[in-house]
């Protein structure tokens, strides 16, 4: 069993509607939650960061973290074609000297105008 | 732009042979991260340094090994090519050694195609 799941999708939705996406994860020693978009032929680019549960707001997107479920969601209001792309979640357990990330499988997105 | 430069963008080799991949990480990172992307097994942490020292590895093959330089570019050398070991090769960096609370800048990656 995987670290990190994250369901591949792809996921397709029309412009404007509210996005979903979602991983689950096992290790519950993770402190650190980011999300990372990747466009295609594209290196990642970090999109969201969170420590430990909670929510984040920035924008159209909003990160949440439930620790006692290992459970985190990114939510994006009013899609657009142009977040047409690949979200990967990813982790890190913060204690230790090094900067490994667990990174999900990724979902891939398809916003149709 | 991340500033961070990977060489070659696209690599197309044999079964059985020896490639170079290089990274230039954004000016003043001292930590490289190298990852791979494939199909089914999504992005893997190979390995990392921090200012010329390993500080990190992940599920990297004994046919693989990378050394950071003096000028904090970095090289991943991956040898005795197999046609699984084609996939997508990322660089990152960062400022420090821990990817919390700060970011990994990654680069466009390289395209490795091992026929």
């Known amino acids: 069993q995987k670290e990190v799941e994250q369901d591949p999708g792809p996921l397709s939705v029309p412009e404007g509607a509210i996005v979903s996406l979602n991983c689950t994860y096992s290790?519950?020693?993770?402190?650190?939650f980011m999300w990372y978009r990747q466009y295609s032929r594209k290196g990642p680019e970090l999109l969201m960061y969170?420590?430990?549960?909670g929510n984040k707001e920035d924008g159209r997107f909003t990160a949440q973290v439930d620790k006692s479920s290992k459970y985190i969601s990114l939510f994006i209001r009013d899609s657009q074609p142009s977040d047409s792309a690949t979200y990967l979640c990813?982790?890190?357990?913060?204690?230790?000297?090094?900067?490994?990330?667990?990174f999900g499988q990724g979902t891939t997105l398809q916003v149709k105008p | 732009d991340s500033g961070v430069t990977q060489t070659p963008k696209h690599l197309i080799t044999a079964t059985g042979q020896r490639v170079t991949l290089r990274c230039s990480p954004r000016s003043g990172d001292l930590s490289v991260y190298w990852y791979q992307q494939s199909l089914d097994q999504g992005l893997q942490f190979l390995i990392q340094y921090y200012n010329g020292e390993e500080r990190a590895k992940g599920n990297i093959l004994e046919r693989f090994s990378a050394q950071q330089f003096p000028d904090l570019h970095s090289e991943l050398n991956l040898s005795s090519l197999e046609l699984g070991d084609s996939a997508l090769y990322f660089c990152?960096?960062?400022?420090?050694?821990?990817?919390?609370?700060?970011?990994?800048?990654f680069g466009e990656g390289s395209r490795l195609t091992v026929l």
């Open positions: 990152a960096s960062s400022l420090t050694g821990t990817s919390s609370p700060g970011e990994l800048f």
């Open positions: 990813a982790m890190d357990r913060g204690s230790s000297n090094t900067g490994k990330l667990i």
């Open positions: 290790n519950s020693a993770f402190q650190y």
């Open positions: 969170t420590y430990s549960s």
